[in-house]
């Protein structure tokens, strides 16, 4: 039950922020966004050190092999996992007119769902694989520092699907279709967790690998995308003062709920 309706806390951060759609009037504010796509950035490297990094090492030291190996190796794929992925991948990055990936007949707009929908497969597999943890046991994560976590990319996530459906409204998208995309760009997290929970029970032993996988991906969303959006142009110290509050709140949550 518990397990349940914490996979899907981050997909109503996601819709709710998604929503902000039917309030707002015109295109969001720029010192608002920076400060949105900062706070993300800083629950995210948050989230990959405490909820995921930590709890990799931890439990790699009773295996019988160097403690930073696994993290090490896990960290590395899931940069190298999701590099892979933006590759192969048709999008557009937030305030771009320059596609990525493949050669592509796609809209803009679907594009940038597309950027988004990638952004969101690691942080579904960060929370599974939390989840998946606690359910084992014997791991040192436990249900309340999962649901930190779970949490943590819920709040993340809010600012996210604000971000992602403004623009496509700014596009000339209809608003209840802008929220219908800012939602499905969501609906990979869950998805994402359930399948890294299934493997996890299979393969107990790759759990530290995972962990740090997962990790990885995260900070490959947070260097690659959110903070260079965050930094570009003018009003950047906003970014940055977004980036110090997400990261402090997200350390409270798994410190106070672990």
């Known amino acids: 039950m518990y397990t349940a309706i914490g996979l899907l806390i981050p997909f109503a951060g996601t819709s709710l922020g998604a929503a902000m759609v039917f309030l707002m009037r015109d295109k969001m504010n720029p010192r608002v966004e920076k400060l949105l796509l900062g706070f993300a950035s800083g629950v995210m490297i948050a989230a990959s050190v405490w909820s995921l990094l930590i709890p990799?090492?931890?439990?790699?030291?009773?295996?019988?092999?160097?403690?930073?190996?696994?993290p090490a190796i896990g960290f590395l794929l899931g940069i190298g996992f999701l590099l892979l992925?933006?590759?192969?991948?048709?999008?557009?990055?937030?305030?771009?007119?320059?596609?990525?990936?493949?050669?592509?007949?796609?809209?803009?707009?679907?594009?940038?769902?597309?950027?988004?929908?990638?952004?969101?497969?690691p942080e579904g597999m960060a929370v599974g694989v939390t989840f998946a943890g606690a359910m084992t046991g014997n791991t040192g994560i436990t249900l309340a520092g999962a649901l930190a976590l779970s949490i943590g990319i819920a709040?993340?996530?809010?600012?996210?699907?604000?971000?992602?459906?403004?623009?496509?409204?700014?596009?000339?998208?209809?608003?209840?279709?802008?929220?219908?995309?800012?939602?499905?760009?969501?609906?990979?997290?869950?998805?994402?967790?359930?399948?890294?929970?299934?493997l996890i029970n299979i393969i107990v032993p790759a759990l530290p690998y995972i962990l740090a996988?997962?990790?990885?991906?995260?900070m490959y969303v947070v260097v690659e995308e959110l903070i260079p959006e965050s930094q570009s142009g003018e009003h950047s110290s906003i970014g940055t003062i977004g980036v110090a509050i997400g990261f402090v709140i997200m350390m409270i949550l798994d410190v106070a709920l672990s």
């Open 155 to 198: 709040i993340q996530n809010f600012p996210e699907g604000t971000i992602i459906s403004m623009p496509l409204k700014s596009e000339g998208m209809s608003k209840p279709k802008a929220f219908l995309l800012g939602v499905l760009s969501g609906i990979v997290e869950p998805i994402a967790a359930i399948i890294t929970i299934l």
């Open 56 to 70: 990799s090492i931890e439990m790699s030291e009773g295996t019988g092999i160097l403690p930073w190996l696994p």
């Open 85 to 121: 992925l933006d590759t192969v991948t048709p999008h557009m990055h937030l305030n771009s007119d320059k596609p990525e990936g493949p050669r592509t007949h796609l809209k803009k707009t679907t594009m940038l769902v597309f950027a988004v929908t990638l952004h969101n497969i």
């Open 213 to 218: 996988f997962a990790a990885g991906a995260m």
